[in-house]
């Protein structure tokens, strides 16, 4: 791994002044070495020495704290929070989308059975649970990805009153995205009400029988709550998807009383509890919930991709396109390697590459051929 190593070094130095992190000395910082070993609990006294170390150690992974904290270098229990940035983390990997999964391949650690495609849940060939996946990064994952973005960067502002100068949108560098609160009352919430904004966010545990308006026997929706409003929108815009409803159901779901019998209205609630959460963001709420959590510095490289995880704008994540905007690493020097699974064809800053099979050898240009190794495509030959 010297050279991949080598090209990461040589990315700090060129790119260090581009690396920023507000109020660093109050930051924890994680970073994860070529050596596989993680340091944490480590802080700076300014955005300066943190650079300088990014030059001088050139890490993996490189993360730091959501939370501000009296003492950052201190264990967890001692550091003493001051507020954390309301925290979102939104990755392709929990979609479950075929087309985004086409190309991931995973394993039985059991019976050695090999697959393609989104993971089961159990092996098909030996039943066992104990699966292992290498996933494979296509634009489709990445359009999925911004389209929960859009969703949750929308209900922040509109649901929750947050300023869009006050959301932080950043590129994971791999599959996804990190979206964050960053100033007002949210940043000061407990782990039990970050909780409850996420299942909000995703319209997880919704009771849609407190939100209907029964009169004279009829019955019908009331979408004042928010929740509500998005769930409704969504079924009447996409009946297909429940498989067709009724048109006593749609004309309830319109808000006009219609008498419906207790298993119409039992299936309506169903069709509202799918809707809701169809319609919410897709979030990791065990993520929001963690103000421990830490996320990975902007403009620091990904070690799964060799790609950078840059902050982006409102308007930047929209016409973001992280297989041109996020490769940071240089074409020299080229380097040989060996495929060890399938590589499907891939493009990167506009060359077509692949596709390649195992045992192939072939001489890329560093930031693809750094990005096949990371992603345990490929191996450097001779290593």
Excluded: Q
Aim: hydrophobic share 35%.
């Amino acid at each position: 791994m010297r050279v991949l190593e080598n090209l990461f070094s040589s990315y700090y130095r060129a790119m260090s002044k581009t690396i920023y992190v507000p109020e660093v000395p109050r930051r924890e910082f994680m970073f994860r070495g070529f050596d596989g070993k993680v340091r944490r609990h480590i802080s700076f006294f300014n955005l300066g020495d943190l650079r300088r170390y990014l030059i001088s150690e050139p890490p993996l992974h490189a993360y730091y704290s959501v939370s501000l904290y009296r003492n950052p270098t201190a264990p967890m229990e001692e550091k003493g929070p001051i507020k954390a940035d309301l925290f979102f983390d939104i990755d392709s990997t929990d979609l479950r989308d075929e087309e985004c999964e086409k190309d991931s391949i995973w394993r039985c650690k059991e019976c050695g059975y090999v697959g393609k495609g989104i993971k089961p849940e159990r092996c098909p060939k030996c039943g066992s649970e104990r699966l292992e996946v290498n996933h494979w990064l296509n634009e489709r994952c990445i359009s999925l990805a911004k389209h929960e973005v859009e969703k949750l960067v929308g209900m922040l502002n509109e649901d929750f009153g947050v300023d869009f100068a006050h959301i932080s949108i950043s590129y994971t560098g791999n599959r996804g995205f990190h979206v964050r609160v960053t100033e007002g009352s949210l940043t000061s919430l407990g782990k039990n009400e970050r909780r409850e904004i996420s299942f909000y966010i995703m319209g997880k545990g919704l009771d849609p029988s407190s939100h209907l308006i029964v009169n004279e026997g009829k019955v019908a929706v009331s979408t004042e709550s928010k929740v509500m409003k998005r769930a409704v929108g969504f079924l009447l815009s996409n009946p297909s998807t429940f498989g067709g409803i009724s048109g006593k159901i749609l004309d309830a779901l319109s808000g006009k009383p219609v008498r419906l019998s207790s298993r119409e209205v039992s299936h309506m609630m169903d069709l509202l509890k799918r809707s809701a959460l169809l319609s919410g963001a897709k979030i990791d709420w065990m993520v929001t919930m963690d103000t421990g959590r830490l996320t990975r510095i902007p403009n620091s490289l990904h070690g799964k991709t060799g790609f950078r995880a840059l902050s982006l704008t409102l308007d930047d994540y929209r016409v973001f396109n992280p297989f041109e905007d996020s490769v940071g690493l240089p074409a020299h020097p080229e380097i040989e390697v060996e495929a060890t699974m399938n590589v499907p064809s891939f493009n990167l800053k506009g060359e077509k590459f692949g596709p390649y099979s195992p045992g192939e050898r072939i001489k890329l240009p560093g930031f693809a051929a750094t990005f096949l190794i990371l992603r345990g495509r490929a191996k450097l030959v001779g290593d």
